[in-house]
């Protein structure tokens, strides 16, 4: 007992030991480290620092915003300046009976009753800091849209005003691990912009970086070859940095998913216009040189039949000719894929890699890894479809033309994925938890690092922004 009891002293003098020179070692001291300069983190940020604590923001990219720069802008919220303009009654409680019956994932209605609750105050909080709408809403009474295409300005904006409070924003520089103290939160280490580690003393960390789906070694094994629609940046790091210090995350393995992608760098996606080839007579085969469905499909039953080839293993390509290809630039598309250029779109082609350019059936399907002759029965399968007016295998609604003369065309289509679902366990109050539902003390997450709050992975900006805007207040009344 003496011996258990002496080495139990030791241990908690070393304990200290190590954390008084590393406190005293620390390169920077704040109240509050935000970890991510996006929607969440430019809230907590801003809530923290109006409360009078002395933020750091650490964002791990040359230029702020992660999937918040990208964000279209479609925002949804109840009880907002705009709609008491319009005289239009908006009750949260209402607000979060329908994000509740438009569940497609499991969460937690606790988390959903708060953001409906504060979702106008979020919105506010982007009026106020001068973020344009338009002066209807969208749809009544929920969707607000902002005047620009995308919601870049909020967070320029956003970060201007908590400079101006005082507020320290680290670009190039990443958090790298949670520095803990008996349990509770100590600081943050970083690779800093010149590539030094760097330590921060704090009692406080708000982690907002983003979701983790630029990151297939995270995804379960139905999305192991899903390609992310998100930002480069969202690679889960907060997730792995609060597992390693105990915390519990949930819904790791959901994901709202889109077809058409096509791998526009490596393990992203862009936008392929395989739709609209399909409307025009292009089909998709699988990589047995078949037809999987009606080819003509709305986004969601795309996204559909393309996930169910890719779980049996199977890959897919959109099969046209030029023809339906001119047909496609007749109609204002200029390339294939949204992000490419025409040039960038002849490279590819080159390539030969995403996107195969052959002469004839057969070496289009060599190039494929097809068998040609199946290939070629299904091409003349569907060309006696087309002239009858009937699809006797899928029902295709529509036949615009055969695919018929060479040059022939496959691209190759992918599932692509955004936003990841899962995270960390937060309560209420933003609080990170950890397996036994306890919470972990001075850590908080908010955003697409957070899991349980959104039921349907649509409309995730304003979430982000409210439990960004709690984080805040909590981790700066920590601080005092
Ligand atoms: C194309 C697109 C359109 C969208 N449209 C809408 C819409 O119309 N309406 C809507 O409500 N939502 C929309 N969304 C979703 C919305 O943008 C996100 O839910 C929201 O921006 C998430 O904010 P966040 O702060 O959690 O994450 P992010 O905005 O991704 O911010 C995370 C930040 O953390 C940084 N970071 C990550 N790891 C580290 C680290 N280790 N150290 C330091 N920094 C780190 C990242 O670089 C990034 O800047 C859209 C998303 C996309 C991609």
């Known amino acids: 007992m003496k011996k258990h009891l002496s080495s139990l002293f030791v241990g908690i003098l070393v304990a200290s030991l190590v954390v008084g020179p590393m406190a005293a070692a620390a390169d920077l001291t704040a109240d509050v480290v935000v970890i991510g300069a996006g929607g969440a983190g430019v809230s907590a940020a801003n809530y923290a620092a109006d409360r009078g604590a002395r933020v750091i923001l650490l ?78 809403l969208m749809e009544l009474p929920y969707r607000h849209k902002t005047v620009d295409p995308n919601t870049a300005r909020f967070i320029k904006f956003a970060l201007d005003a908590f400079k101006s409070k005082g507020g320290e924003v680290l670009l190039r520089t990443r958090a790298t691990e949670l520095i803990m103290d008996n349990g509770s939160i100590a600081g943050v280490k970083a690779s800093a912009s010149d590539g030094r580690e760097m330590v921060i003393g704090t009692k406080a960390v708000v982690i907002a970086t983003g979701d983790f789906s630029a990151n297939q070694s995270m995804m379960s094994d139905e999305y192991k070859n899903a390609l992310g629609f998100g930002p480069v940046s969202s690679t889960g790091d907060g997730i792995l940095m609060a597992q390693a210090v105990g915390a ?66 199977k890959a897919i390509w959109v099969v046209f000719d030029e023809a339906i290809k001119n047909d496609l630039h007749a109609k204002d598309f200029p390339t294939l894929v949204t992000v490419w250029d025409p040039e960038t779109e002849a490279k590819e082609i080159e ?45 295709r609604p529509s036949f615009a033309r055969a695919i018929a003369e060479g040059p022939y065309y496959a691209m190759r289509q992918r599932i692509g994925i955004y936003p990841t679902i899962g995270g960390l366990c937060i309560d209420t ?19 697409d690092v957070a899991g349980g709050v959104s039921t349907n992975g649509r409309d995730t900006l304003i979430p982000a922004m409210v439990y960004g805007m709690i984080a805040g207040e909590e981790a700066a009344g920590l601080a005092r």
């Open 59 to 136: 964002e791990k990219m040359p230029f702020p915003g992660g999937a918040s720069l990208l964000a279209a802008g479609n925002l949804t919220a109840a009880g907002t300046k705009l709609q008491e303009k319009l005289g239009v009654e908006a009750p949260a409680g209402e607000f979060q009976r329908q994000l509740e019956e438009e569940a497609v994932f499991p969460y937690d209605a606790e988390l959903v009753r708060v953001h409906a609750e504060r979702s106008g105050e979020a919105l506010n909080f982007m009026i106020d800091l001068g973020v344009e709408f338009w002066p209807e």
């Open 248 to 313: 519990a995350t949930v819904n790791m393995d959901k994901a709202v998913f889109f077809g058409n992608a096509v791998e526009v760098s490596p393990g992203q996606a862009g936008f392929s216009w395989g739709r609209s080839l399909c409307d025009l007579g292009a089909i998709y085969v699988n990589s047995d040189g078949m037809r999987f469905s009606k080819d003509v499909m709305n986004s969601a039953e795309c996204a559909q039949a393309m996930h169910d080839q890719e779980v049996q293993g």
């Open 351 to 395: 390539k030969g890699e995403h996107i195969i350019k052959a002469d004839d059936i057969g070496a289009l399907a060599r190039r494929m890894g097809v068998a040609p002759e199946k290939l070629q029965e299904t091409i003349d399968n569907y060309a006696q479809y087309v002239k009858d007016g009937q699809d006797p295998e899928f029902n």
């Open 429 to 447: 109050k933003a609080r990170v938890l950890d397996d036994g539902g306890q919470p972990i003390p001075g850590l908080y997450a908010a955003g």
